[in-house]
């Protein structure tokens, strides 16, 4: 038998909780293009307000960026969501411009990553509050309706595009881990269990990232260089040991 919807009211509007059992990320369904651009309106609708010193309601943004609102709120369940979203957005724009010139730039993998990693840490750091804001609202939402859309992997991409020169030689298996282990590395998550859980001062946390990220990528390219076939070489010109 269907279940009945529930519809809830959210800041003065009405938004869907139906069927959230149904779908377990939104964006990983079909459409992600189209799904992650309608979510950059948004953002970038609650942006302008932000800018222009005015409040933001997401009812007001769906409807100047032409999203219907039920949509705008699957993205976005409140005002206070999109505002610490919108509030990145507007703050960040700088540091992660300087963060993509870096990794697109001259200069060796392990520099590259210990680039993402520090910018990483002093974004996060220079605007604590707002990514504290949007960690709790995720969690929040998450918990009341697992069919919201993910965050963008952005640390994620950083990284795959800092390392981009040994992809081939960790392969795809590895490179896939090694990106995911670092990734826990940045944003505020790990500023959180560093800071907060295991009381490290700011500099003592950001060192122990930065420390744990070169370690672990040393670890994946020694690890492909074992089980590199002999006489093939990697990517220092060394010889595989191993069949």
């Known amino acids: ?3 009945t919807a529930k519809r809830s009211k959210v800041n003065g ?3 869907d909780t139906a069927g959230v059992d149904r779908t377990t990320s939104y964006l990983d369904g079909g459409r992600v293009s189209q799904k992650l651009r309608t979510r950059d309106a948004l953002v970038s609708g609650a942006a302008d307000l932000i800018r222009r010193g005015q409040p933001v309601s997401v009812t007001e943004v769906a409807d100047a960026a032409r999203v219907s609102r039920t949509t705008a709120y699957r993205y976005f369940p409140t005002s206070e969501m999109l505002s610490a979203q919108a509030s ?7 540091e992660t411009q300087h963060l993509d010139d870096l990794i697109h730039g001259t200069g060796t993998p392990e520099e590259k990553l210990d680039a993402v990693i520090a910018g990483s840490d002093a974004m996060t750091a220079a605007y604590e509050s707002a990514f504290r804001s949007l960690l709790r609202f995720s969690l929040e939402a998450n918990a009341a309706a697992k069919g919201l859309p993910r965050r963008p992997p952005f640390r994620r991409q950083w990284i795959e595009t800092a390392l981009a020169d040994v992809r081939k030689d960790l392969g795809a298996k590895r490179f896939n881990r090694l990106t995911g282990s670092l990734s826990l590395l940045c944003g505020v998550e790990s500023f959180v269990v560093l800071q907060d859980i295991c009381a490290m001062s700011p500099d003592e946390a950001r060192e122990a990232k930065r420390w744990a990220a070169q370690l672990l990528l040393r670890a994946a390219l020694a690890e492909s260089e074992d089980v590199r ?3 093939v070489k990697g990517k220092k010109g060394q010889v595989g040991s191993r069949q």
């Open 1 to 3: 038998m269907a279940k």
């Open 13 to 15: 509007a009405r938004s």
């Open 88 to 94: 990145l957005f507007v703050a960040g724009s700088i």
């Open 229 to 231: 076939p002999a006489g």
